[in-house]
């Protein structure tokens, strides 16, 4: 079983939708969460980070966290085409290296 | 102000010969990673960088793959003798300090080994 486990998709969703994304982990001692977006051939790009439970809100992204179900989320109002990546959930691996551990990505597409 | 380059962009190779990769990270920024992106495995950290010395090697697949970073900036990966399962993306990051600081990641180098 990997630490972070992601379903791969692919999600089509029609323009407008309420995308959710979602990845589970197994380590309960990860503090810090986040999501990385990445387009075809692109790097990933920060998206989203948040520090133990709770929710963070970003325009139309919002991201969760439970660290009792060791489930986080990314929430995606009002889709767009523009928003057609693959999403990544990381975690810092708690040993002050920095070292992120990934979950496999979502690909997601938006239908206009 | 500029992100993090890589170079080359796309690199083919012929299987046991070595190739290197350039990481230019962002000015200022004290931690350097490496990251390998592959259909097979998703995103795994090979190296972090802390200034110029690399306390952990632990992701590094095998001794044919090595790293430095000079005057605190720009770092090489080297990979030696080179495999066809080496064919991957290499990503490269920066950070303002090793830790809980953001990552900003370059675009890759696009690795295939014939």
């Known amino acids: 079983q990997k630490e972070v486990e992601q379903d791969p998709g692919p999600l089509s969703v029609p323009e407008g939708a309420i995308v959710s994304l979602n990845c589970t982990y197994s380590n309960s001692a990860f503090q810090y969460f986040m999501w990385y977006r990445q387009y075809s051939r692109k790097g990933p790009e920060l998206l989203m980070y948040?520090?133990?439970?709770g929710n963070k809100e970003d325009g139309r992204f919002t991201a969760q966290v439970d660290k009792s179900s060791k489930y986080i989320s990314l929430f995606i109002r009002d889709s767009q085409p523009s928003d057609s990546a693959t999403y990544l959930c990381a975690m810092i691996v708690p040993s002050n290296t920095g070292k992120l551990i990934f979950g496999q990505g979502t690909t997601l597409q938006v239908k206009p | 102000g500029a992100g993090v380059s890589q170079s080359p962009s796309n690199k083919v190779t012929e299987k046991g010969k070595d190739v290197e990769l350039r990481c230019d990270p962002i000015?200022?920024?004290?931690?350097l990673y490496w990251y390998r992106q592959s259909l097979g495995q998703g995103l795994e950290f090979l190296i972090y960088?802390?200034?110029?010395?690399?306390?952990?090697k632990s992701g590094l697949p095998s001794d044919r793959f090595s790293a430095e970073r000079t005057g605190g900036s720009v770092s090489t990966l080297t990979i030696q003798r080179t495999q066809q399962e080496d064919s991957a993306v290499y990503l490269c990051a920066s950070s303002l300090a090793v830790g809980t600081d953001t990552q900003y990641f370059g675009p890759g180098t696009r690795l295939t080994v014939l």
């Open positions: 960088f802390q200034g110029n010395s690399a306390p952990d």
């Open positions: 948040t520090y133990s439970s």
């Open positions: 000015s200022g920024h004290t931690a």
